[in-house]
């Protein structure tokens, strides 16, 4: 038997004495039985109901460590939340101590706070309390026996929040906005990464695609307002930390970072806070990684986000620009030099070409896109004008190559063509890039593949291409790509970019450093990001792949959090955030399927742009950021859809001190 009982969605479940085994249907109960290795989940609480898996699990118990947080979460704007939560709390703990309480009471309190409450928090978390007083009374009024021995542990989440890589508390954010305090909103954000300017303008907004707002107007703008919250400060956020470097101590551990890419610079942050001295390695000339080469001065101007890098060096860390990992130093070379840890974010330095023959040769007008967006910045930030002209094809349908193609036509007065294999639906850029892209002219040519270089005396004189069509589904879901005959054709074009990828260069590891790679040749790191060589850790793209601006920096957080904890305990232990989000994914439990309450229709805010026919020819910064009337407007819009998961747990957890109790 799994569940014993427990109600979900509104069924009542009781397998107690009963041979008729019932779950709940479409929850796959197996991914919420264990929390951390030999420690049995003994309830689980949310929004949706309750589930209690284990004979000698207490209901009133959990119950109690449920309601004292939801009253901790309680922000008190609304009075029956406020309220609320506190009677429900107070009643709980009396209920524990063995003292009578109003059970009918309190179901009209928990009634009250769900059906009048402004906010998720208010109006979902009564469901659990409403539903057991109904169904299992009796269960609800035994109390355990003292000092178990039980752990437990809760999030407070939205779907917004789940969906971000970093766990950003966007509503907090959002609702420092509706007040006035973009100071305070920023501050939400830098709990989790310094580059808070530069990701409001160049994130991927997983956040929006979860947002509930899509279930009616739209999503709510969050990334904009991210960045709002950092122009409206005034100054860049590496002003915030003026005078806040720790007083080194010659017994702080030493930690290297190589690499101050997004991934890199939020290890190197989260480290100084705790206290490290800290020392990030640079192949390049300036910090910034991918996101200063790989993403051009319209999208993201160069000075806020070496501003924002600047924050390490506010802190107390120190950059050492120009040594490349493998031809400047080796990981034994750090651990001789006495750092006691290290962290590789190199990146994916080496741009992948199109299979051509020519691939390894000097061909003029032939580029990898990652080394076509260095020209670019070093020509548009450091004036280093690049010469290109002629017509240029790019080809791919990521992030990188609406860069190259957008950068591209910015650079010469010839046309500009993307070709990509498969539809537009299919690629994997944002849509709002290849919109923008579409709005400056570029030719977008999909289901297409190149086929061959055309060359004239060593130089590109064109791109040989043929058209797709769509066949059968294959093994891993996508259809299979098929040419169809007699539709070749020639782009004439003088520059050929291939932005189909990018990867780890390799060759900067020698044997003796112990660095393994996985199957797809990035670093092979655990879920801690430790790598096959001990006090090496790794994260960002040279781990996954190329990632995203916010992926990186949520590796560099958790990476921070796996060197402190292996520099204090000796090892890496065990997260139960990251486990939570797993049983959140896992069961789907954000997925509602009711509608969205009613709420005042509100459009999403536009953000103003500059002119397609003005912008197609500089390196400005396209989008012109919210006024504060329109930040407050869409700020207007979040519904604070926050949601509590909670369990009780046999044993405590492991690295997390609060017991449940
Ligand atoms: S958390 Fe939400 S429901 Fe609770 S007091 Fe604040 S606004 Fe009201
Ligand atoms: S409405 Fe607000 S809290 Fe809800 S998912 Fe969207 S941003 Fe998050």
Redesign the pocket.
Known sequence: MRLHYGVWDGVVYDNRGTADYKEPEGLDLKNLLQFNNGNPVMTFISHRGFLVFHPHANLLFAMNKYYSTVKD??????T???SG?IIISQALEKALRGDPINWENLLDIARMMRNT???????TSPVALIEAIKAFPGDLKLVPLPDMPWGGYEVMTAPCIEACPAHVNVPRYIDYIKAGRTDYATGVVLRHYPLVGSCGRVCVRLCEKACRRNRLEGAVDIKNLKRYCADSLGYTVDKMFEGAAAEPSEFSPRIAIIGAGPSGLTCAYHLLLKGYKVEVFEAQRKAGGMALVGIPQYRLPKDILLAEANTIEQLGGKFHYGRRLGKDFTLDDLFNEGFNAVFIGVGCAKGMKLGFPEDNEQIEGYYNGLDFLLQVERGVVEGEAPSFSGDFVVVGGGNVAMDCSRSAVRMTDGKVHVIYRRTEAQAPADPLEIKAAKEEGIEFHFLTAQKELVLENGKVTGLRCIKLREGAPEANGRRKLIEIPGTEFVIPCSNVISAIGQRIDQSIFEQKDNILFDKRGNISVTESLATSRPGVFAGGDCATGPTTLIGGMAQGQTAAESIHEYLTRGSVGFEPRSRMTQMIKKCNLLEETEPVLPTIHQDRQQMPELAPEIRAHNFEEVELGLTPEEAKKEAERCM?C?RLFGVVTQLPIPGFNQKAQ
Do not use: A, E, I, L
């Open positions: 979460n309680s922000c008190g704007k609304c029956p939340c406020r939560s409450s402004f906010c998720g928090v208010g109006q604070r926050y």
